[in-house]
């Protein structure tokens, strides 16, 4: 395939943003690779304040290693990525202690730490990053597990709920801090369709109430659609980003075949 | 797992709210709205809705400004005026912590909340608000909040309201594999010094600052690598000292010394034998479980977590397991020690030697410096080990293999730095003369 060819839908290599949001997170010439393989070359991107950004496309397409270059877990092989202006790669100190207040981190697996109930996951940060007493961050804490609906399940270890349950805690522990942005992988994935429904409501409650900015990677078509302002889609056999913009637009013009499979559900 | 899960907060509450608020923008926070102490707002059609200029200021505002200075400026205040509890400025997670106390102690006796002043409000200052209300009496209104602010806190009345097959690699030739393992393990050398430098810091700064040690994990290991191992430590004890005792009065005996066996087992149990046995248990039980916990963490992404979220996982996972095994080692050398005397004695009093004359012979042969050297040796055995322990765990892969990996390249790193540090400890006493 063409990976040129694909790109039709990209434009100038930088997804079109709406004027009134400032830019959160710039992208520019980013590329990754583990080895000789190659995931993605000079992706172009800005976020703005606000959105719900989508990351989309195949397995196997780079969706979450591209997350993890946003919030600093891995330098990209070229290119540079910015969040409010910082480089979370390169900040080291009390600079990089400062942007990390400002991002949330809803993992693919959870990640709750084991040992700990999910009332003292979510307190975690909170005891990391703020001098609240010990009173006052529970009752911070139960608030947010409140707002994922999990305010019944505060005393119980992560062994003991469902994967979809986990998943909405690591949404709260995310959220613990208030973060201007956050950063969710695959919320959707392995839930339910009723289950993935809420939480893709909540996600628009809370970028709606709260002015917070998603970044969410899935490719769960459902969500994509439902929540999603804008969106990138990254393609493993071009190696890039094929297409952006609003993902019913995209949806209902496809600008090149892949974007037209993907949304259509077509192997062909 | 859990058959059922609670649902996600109902939209009841947030229609009210959600109405006028359609937009991403909140409202103008020229807009004041009064919000009971009931549950509910009112609809935003009695808000008032209107243009929504960009320069208003949203609860994610915070994102484009550097964080406010807890309880400085652009923090929150808290004032009581009156029968009133006044909040006013930007009362959000960073800032909500200087100000729990105050709002809680004003917020007694006030006859109602006051949030005309407050600039920007997030989930965690709402939590604040929502508990001084609590504090205030159930009757007592919370009003004058801007639109936006308004509806952060409807959200969370809501919320609090609840009842609480691998790709194959590039084929390699000999001489690229050669290269390739070379680069490896400079890396690895390389990889384990730097664990070394900030291993050693994180212990400077925890004797800085020692109230970031987490207590209840430092027992938690004790117990694990101390207690627990007593048993098993005790047994190989004393069957070590059997077998040295019957190994060496056997030969010994055909020349008439086998008297001086209690010396000979006392001097190599205290010195060597002890504090290597006991080193090898803690590598093998304890080394292999610090890297399969803390492997496990990683392979589930727990420990980038930690990372993201600010927290350096050297003061909350590392410091904790050095430390209870640096202080562990000492305890299971002693009782590797005792116990090991203890078999010996079995064997010499079998072979018809009174006991008084064993414990003779151990006070003549024996001298404190011996115990103590080799108590000195165990706590520096505890912290290496428990070192390369947590570091297999931290620099484990990724898949459940990885965690295979990780305790065993525990146990054979802890063994092998063992007995390179008891040679060394061996060159070192024999030049201090001990």
Not at chain 2, 41 to 54: F, H, K, N, T, W
Not at chain 2, 194 to 218: C, K
Not at chain 2, 334 to 344: F, R, W, Y
Request: charged share 20%; proline share 6%.
């Amino acid at each position: 395939m063409d990976g040129m060819a694909e790109r039709a839908g990209v434009g100038d290599g930088i997804a079109d943003r709406p004027a009134d949001r400032p830019a959160v997170i710039e992208a520019r010439g980013i590329s990754m690779g583990f080895g000789s393989r190659v995931l993605f070359r000079d992706v172009n991107f800005d976020v703005g304040r606000g959105e719900v950004f989508v990351i989309l496309g195949g397995s196997g397409c780079g969706k979450s290693t591209l997350l993890k270059l946003m919030i600093g877990l891995y330098q990209p092989t070229a290119g540079r990525v910015t969040i409010l202006g910082g480089d979370l790669s390169r900040a080291d100190g009390e600079a990089r202690r400062n942007l990390l207040r400002q991002l949330g981190v809803m993992w693919q697996s959870g990640a709750l730490f084991g040992s700990m109930t999910l009332l003292e996951n979510v307190m975690l940060p909170l005891e990391a990053h703020t001098d609240l007493p010990r009173d006052a961050r529970e009752d911070v804490a139960r608030v947010k597990l409140g707002l994922v609906g999990l305010g019944d399940a505060a005393g119980r270890l992560p062994a003991e709920i469902s994967g979809g349950m986990a998943k909405r805690a690591g949404i709260a522990r995310a959220m613990a801090l208030d973060p201007p942005i956050l950063f969710l992988d695959e919320p959707s994935a392995g839930l339910d369709p009723v289950t993935s429904a809420g939480l893709d409501e909540l996600i628009k409650d809370l970028a709606r109430d709260l002015g917070t900015t998603f970044v969410v990677v899935t490719h769960e078509l459902q969500s994509i659609l439902a929540i999603g302002d804008r969106c990138i889609m990254l393609d493993k056999e071009a190696q890039g980003m094929i297409a952006e913009g609003d993902p019913r637009h995209l949806r209902d013009e496809p600008p090149n075949d892949t974007v037209r499979r993907f949304f259509r559900r077509e192997t062909r | 797992m859990s058959g059922r899960e609670p649902a996600l907060p109902g939209r009841e509450g947030r229609e009210a709210i959600g109405e006028g608020a359609g937009d991403r923008r909140p409202g103008p926070a020229g807009e004041r709205v009064s919000t009971p102490g009931s549950p509910a707002l009112p609809p935003a059609e009695d808000m008032g809705a209107g243009p929504v200029p960009d320069a208003a200021p949203a609860p994610g505002a915070a994102m484009d400004a550097p964080a406010p200075a807890r309880g400085g400026k652009g923090g929150a205040e808290v004032r009581r005026e009156g029968d009133a509890l006044r909040l006013s400025g930007r009362l959000t997670s960073l800032t909500a912590g200087a100000a729990w106390r105050p709002a809680m102690k004003g917020a007694r006796g006030a006859r109602r909340i006051d949030l005309s002043g407050l600039e920007t409000l997030d989930t965690s200052g709402a939590a604040l608000v929502l508990a001084a209300a609590g504090v205030a009496g159930r009757d007592v209104p919370v009003e004058g909040a801007s639109r936006p602010v308004a509806a952060v806190l409807e959200r969370s009345r809501g919320a609090s309201g609840r009842p609480a097959a691998a790709q194959a690699g590039p084929r390699m030739g000999p001489v690229r594999g050669v290269g390739e393992w070379g680069v490896g393990l400079w890396n690895a050398a390389l990889d384990g010094m730097a664990f070394l430098g900030e291993a050693a810091a994180t212990v400077v700064n925890a004797a800085r600052r020692p109230r970031d040690l987490r207590v209840a994990d430092l027992l938690r290991h004790l117990d694990e690598a101390g207690t627990r191992a007593f048993g098993l430590v005790a047994l190989l004890g004393v069957l070590i000292g059997v077998i040295l005792a019957f190994q060496s009065a056997i030969p010994m005996q055909q020349y008439g010394a086998d008297i001086f066996v209690p010396r000979l087992v006392g001097i190599s149990l205290l010195r060597e034998l002890g504090p290597l046995l006991a080193g090898v248990i803690l590598a093998g039980r304890t080394g292999s479980a610090f890297a399969a916990e803390l492997g496990t963490m990683t392979v589930n992404e727990e420990v980038s977590a930690l990372r993201i979220m600010g927290i350096d996982p050297m003061v909350l996972l590392v410091l904790p397991r050095m430390l209870a095994a640096t202080i562990a080692m000492p305890v299971l050398a002693l009782l590797m020690d005792l116990a090991g005397l203890v078999g010996m004695s079995i064997v010499m009093i079998g072979r018809g030697f009174p006991l008084q004359l064993v414990l003779n012979q151990l006070h003549i042969g024996v001298a404190l410096g011996d115990l103590l050297g080799g108590l000195g040796k165990a706590a520096v055995f505890g912290l290496v080990i428990a070192g390369i322990g947590c570091r297999a765990g931290l620099a484990a892969g990724s898949g459940p293999r990885a965690v295979g990996d990780a305790a065993t390249a525990a146990v054979v790193g802890g063994i092998v730095a063992l007995v390179l540090l008891d040679g060394i400890f061996a060159v070192l006493f024999y030049r201090l003369g001990w």
